[in-house]
């Protein structure tokens, strides 16, 4: 969907990837309502919006309280008037083991990463079946196609929200709404840095391949004629994402790679 003159939603804006598509969004013409748990840095991205020539408001939200979600969601149908794009965004990274990470914490990972999305999405979209148009545009990653160690929660938060967008795609084929997954592979933003180890604890530093990843605002350059197009998934990276194609065609290669280099 074209964004100019739309209203879009996006969470996840207080940094990185979210907050460049937000001023990504501003820049091509949309009305923006950004939203994620810390209001100062909201506030700093309603700037960047109104610099790039948008209107833009703030409105705080915390995806892992679940019981707030209907309330925000009518909160920011009230100050958008119509939500044309539901952005998704917001996601907390992971960097503990499989077996040893607390259920706490990988319960907290799914609340965020695939149950506050999805839950927000079935607030927002009921209105845009009934109008016959809207988008819901949702960021998952390379590793919601492949699994990788230290990931296996984050991993199976993002491949279930492939799962999920696909299917509610193919629910209503030709209702007007556009359902579009960007996979980015590695950008230099502070989602490892907040990661969450075993106990639940922030993990602190920026890791290699953030390190060497293409900035937020390149990936939001590139996830505009995307979400512009309503393509229903895009790729967004360097050769890390070759690793998809990799992984499917030669599954076993992918992985002698993957244990051979590690993961960044
Ligand atoms: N960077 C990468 O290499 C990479 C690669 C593939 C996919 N991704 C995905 O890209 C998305 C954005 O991440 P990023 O890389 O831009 O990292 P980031 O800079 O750490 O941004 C994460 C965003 O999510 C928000 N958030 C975290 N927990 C939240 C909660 N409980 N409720 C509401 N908002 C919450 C954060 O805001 P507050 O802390 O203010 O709430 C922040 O705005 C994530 O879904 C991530 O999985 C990133």
New binding site residues.
């Given amino acids: 969907m074209d964004p100019k003159g739309k209203n879009v939603w996006i ?10 598509l937000a001023v990504e969004l501003a820049r091509a013409g949309a009305r923006t309502l950004v ?4 209001l100062d ?2 506030e700093e991205t309603v700037a960047a919006c109104r610099m790039a020539g948008a209107e833009a408001s703030a409105l705080a ?5 679940a019981a707030s979600l209907p309330g925000k969601a009518r909160e920011a149908e009230r100050s958008l008037g119509r939500i044309d794009i539901l952005a ?6 992971q960097r503990g083991a499989a077996l040893d990470t607390e259920s706490a914490v990988a319960r907290r990972i799914f ?3 695939f149950w ?1 999305t999805v839950e927000l999405a079935r607030l927002v979209l009921p209105a845009m079946y009934a109008r016959g148009g809207g988008q819901l545009v949702v ?6 196609k492949f699994g990788a160690p230290r990931r296996s929660f ?1 991993s199976a938060a ?1 491949h279930a929200l492939h799962g999920w967008c696909d299917s509610l795609r193919e629910e209503a084929p030709g209702a007007g709404v556009e359902v579009t997954l960007l ?12 990661a969450l180890d075993d106990g639940g604890a922030p993990h602190g530093r920026m890791d290699p ?2 390190q060497r ?1 293409i900035t ?1 605002e390149e ?1 939001a350059r590139r996830s505009l004629p995307a979400i512009t197009k309503g393509l229903p998934e895009q790729l967004i ?1 360097g050769i890390e994402c070759g690793g998809v194609y990799l992984n499917r065609i030669w599954p076993g290669l992918f992985r002698k790679m993957l244990r051979r280099r590690g993961i960044g």
């Avoid at 939203?35 to 810390?38: A, E, P």
């Avoid at 939200?61 to 309280?65: E, F, K, V, Y």
């Avoid at 998704?88 to 990274?93: E, I, M, N, P, Y």
């Fill in positions: 969470t996840g804006a207080t940094s990185g990837i979210g907050r460049a939203s994620s748990r810390r840095r909201l939200l915390d995806l892992a309280d998704a965004v917001a996601g907390v990274g609340e965020v990463d506050g960021v998952t990653g390379v590793l919601g984050y993002k996979v980015p592979g590695w950008v230099r933003t502070e989602i490892s840095e907040h391949g953030q990843g937020p990936c990276g």
